[in-house]
């Protein structure tokens, strides 16, 4: 069993900085590919970040420039490194990884969700 633990939220003030984690812990050959979304009150949840497994990387047009999706394969983890935040990215964020599993299979898991809290 994979499972995905999420850290690094919090509360900030617009313009400031968070760097979110996404641990893997379980049996894991390898990170295939992985995204960040968010889901704030009231609305549905949206993909933020994206890098397949090919390694190219794609931004909503809302956060590019300012985030940045990266990936510790020895370690497996993936971060989400957020710039320059507004209050508009007040939000639950979550991790969503594809992992290539010891059989070579490939299965999706989600991270828990983490608050991240945006103040004018």
């Known amino acids: 069993q994979v499972q995905l633990v999420e850290s690094g939220g919090g509360l900030v003030q617009a313009g400031g900085a968070l760097r979110l984690s996404c641990a893997a812990s379980?049996?894991?050959?390898?990170?295939?590919?992985m995204n960040w979304y968010r889901q704030a009150p009231g609305k549905q949840r949206e993909l933020v970040a994206t890098m397949p497994s090919g390694g190219s990387t794609n931004y909503a047009d809302s956060v590019k420039g300012r985030f940045a999706i990266s990936r510790d394969n020895a370690k497996n983890m993936v971060f989400l490194q957020m710039n320059s935040l507004k209050p508009e990215d007040t939000a639950v964020y979550y991790c969503y990884v594809l992992f290539q599993l010891p059989n070579r299979s490939l299965a999706g898991y989600w991270g828990q969700g983490i608050q991240v809290t945006v103040s004018s």
């Open positions: 379980g049996s894991i050959f390898s990170i295939n590919a």
